[in-house]
């Protein structure tokens, strides 16, 4: 397994190290996902996102490039911002889904999931045959990444690091002076809270994350990041989006800009939209004992009618709760429903996504 440059400090703190996408990280601390969860919703939790991937992308052809392969416009980007969108095949599935910032009128930071970036970059590698000027540079193994998330975080970033991302508004990207080096700090995250992702070194990471825990920030793995994302109703690449499903279908219509000339996916995307999506991407709430995990069917007179994509027990709503494709004539809120965990039939129902919101 890869290590980050934060593995010597997750085993300091004792943390439960798992193997995800072939790196060593952290999926909890002693304190406990559901602790660490509401830690992250109360105050300020710390974050090792390293494992995700970094691709610089430079030169005048960038974002003619990056334009062709996103479903964002790409040109009217300005600098200092970033926005979330697909990489889709021809046919419209999800290759990945992806936050691209310009960091000036030719450079340009795209950052992919951990499991994807291999295939990822071969893809888009494919898709340059015309395109010349671009020099596309994989940055993961040597810059380290930290998410500060939590409705505390820009007080507690002044305190630690003497950085005031006050005026820093959402989706903006902007570097900064720490200690004797430049760290790059975005306000972005996957937890539905107010928060950064920040990108330094890797000879920093240690430094930095250090700083931030002896202000009083709160470590949290895996586990409390996929809690928070869950109750915020953020899609899951691998679970709940991937090349079988398309921005449609998934609700996620609007981070796809059809008013843009062209890109990859267009067409196919399109003819869906213009269909009408077969299946629905919807919220479950359990009505009665249960706990709903992925892969789990939805059951509606007695027939199998959609499927559980991500589920658990939401640490700071205190229900359980679950992500699903439902066939869109059962999509509608309310409607009533069964989940098959383990063979036992549970009542639920469909419910207005996402289920928390600051």
């Not at 279908?249 to 059809?258: H, I, N, P």
Request: hydrophobic share 40%; aromatic share 8%.
């Amino acid at each position: 397994m890869q290590q980050t440059a934060l593995y010597e400090q997750h085993e300091a703190l004792n943390a439960k190290i798992v193997d995800f996408a072939g790196w060593a990280m952290p999926i909890q601390y002693p304190s406990g996902i559901l602790a660490e969860a509401r830690g992250v919703r109360h105050g300020t939790g710390v974050f090792d996102v390293s494992h995700m991937g970094r691709l610089r992308f430079l030169g005048v052809g960038a974002e003619v490039l990056l334009d062709k392969i996103l479903t964002r416009n790409i040109l009217s980007l300005r600098d200092g911002r970033a926005r979330y969108g697909f990489l889709c095949n021809e046919n419209g599935g999800i290759i990945d889904d992806v936050v691209v910032s310009r960091m000036s009128s030719d450079e340009f930071m795209l950052v992919c999931n951990a499991g994807n970036r291999h295939h990822v970059i071969k893809w888009i590698e494919q898709q340059m045959q015309d395109i010349r000027d671009v020099e596309i540079t994989d940055l993961t193994n040597r810059t380290g990444m930290i998410a500060i998330q939590g409705p505390t975080a820009v007080d507690l970033i002044i305190e630690a690091l003497s950085i005031d991302l006050t005026d820093l508004r959402k989706f903006r990207v902007q570097e900064y002076s720490y200690a004797d080096t430049v760290i790059t700090f975005s306000r972005t995250g996957y937890t539905g809270e107010d928060g950064f992702e920040v990108i330094c070194e890797a000879v920093d990471a240690s430094r930095l994350w250090g700083d931030l825990v002896g202000q009083g920030a709160i470590p949290a793995g895996l586990g409390s990041r996929d809690n928070l994302r869950l109750e915020a109703a953020l899609p899951l690449h691998g679970s709940d989006i991937d090349e079988s499903t398309n921005p449609i279908e998934a609700g996620l219509s609007r981070f796809v800009d059809f008013d843009k000339k062209s890109f990859i996916g267009k067409e196919a995307l399109e003819i869906i939209l213009d269909a009408g999506p077969e299946r629905e991407f919807v919220g479950i709430e359990l009505t009665e004992r249960g706990i709903p995990r992925a892969g789990c069917s939805l059951v509606y007179g007695g027939e199998q009618v959609g499927i559980v994509t991500s589920g658990g027990y939401g640490a700071n709503i205190e229900r359980s709760i679950a992500l699903a494709y439902v066939r869109s004539e059962l999509s509608e809120l309310n409607q009533e429903l069964m989940v098959d965990i383990r063979n036992q039939l549970i009542a639920a129902r469909v419910v207005k996504l996402p289920f928390y919101g600051r």
